[in-house]
């Protein structure tokens, strides 16, 4: 069989980051611009997954390494693990049904992801503070990190329908790569600028801060 190789039309750079149709074409703005910065929801979801991205390395990266600096043995980091992998499994069934039986899933959101997940950052930045014996912080720092996982993942299944409402389907391809991409980028970078952070303030009140600070980026995600 012939095989012919056959550019798509459009196939110039500048044509494939516009609309095709004419009316969208001809907008003010750039296309980029159009599309992922089309409406103030559109904004703010793309600012909300950059810095929920931010917030994620911190508790994903730097928890067990937090763990070890307070005190915690081998078993006690192995717990720490499983607590956060075993709520998301536990979290899915009943965030699907909260997904089905609320009037307004954006509040489903900020009251778990956005609330109740950052308000375990708080209470990982505070345990060493107020729990002076290892021993029982790292028991306070599993009961937030299963805490957290519960919420975040709580909250997938009326985040992904919000996605829907606010994203047309037209867009929704285009505008979810471009803000994987923003919230790559963001993680990567703030993960070298944490570590240095934590070891300039140094021992364990540099995890402290770094968490303290996590929880202030978390809330305005939130807001």
Not at 57 to 81: E, K, M, N, R
Not at 129 to 147: D, T, W
Request: glycine content about 8%; overall charge positive.
């Amino acid at each position: 069989m012939n095989f012919r190789f056959r550019v798509p039309d459009p196939y110039t750079f500048r044509e494939r980051w516009r609309f095709r149709g004419r009316s969208f074409a001809d907008h003010p703005r750039t296309s980029y611009q159009t599309r992922i910065f089309g409406t103030k929801s559109q904004q703010w979801f793309f600012v909300d997954g950059v810095l929920g991205a931010i917030v994620d390395v911190v508790p994903v990266q730097f928890l067990v390494v937090y763990a070890i600096a307070v005190g915690a043995t081998d078993a006690q980091v192995g717990f720490l693990s499983i607590a956060a992998a075993l709520a998301g499994v536990l979290a899915l069934a009943p965030g699907a049904r909260i997904a089905e039986l609320t009037n307004s899933r954006k509040w489903v959101v900020l009251w778990t992801n956005g609330g109740a997940a950052r308000l375990a950052l708080l209470a990982m930045a505070l345990t060493p503070f107020f729990i002076q014996r290892p021993h029982q912080a790292i028991y306070v720092l599993i009961a937030a990190s299963f805490v957290r996982s519960f919420m975040v993942n709580v909250s997938h299944a009326s985040w992904v329908s919000l996605l829907a409402d606010i994203i047309p389907l037209d867009l929704r391809r285009f505008y979810v790569t471009q803000r994987m991409l923003a919230m790559t980028v963001a993680g990567a970078l703030t993960a070298p600028l944490v570590g240095f952070g934590i070891r300039w303030i140094g021992d364990v009140r540099g995890y402290e801060v770094i968490f303290a600070l996590t929880f202030v980026v978390g809330m305005g995600a939130s807001y």
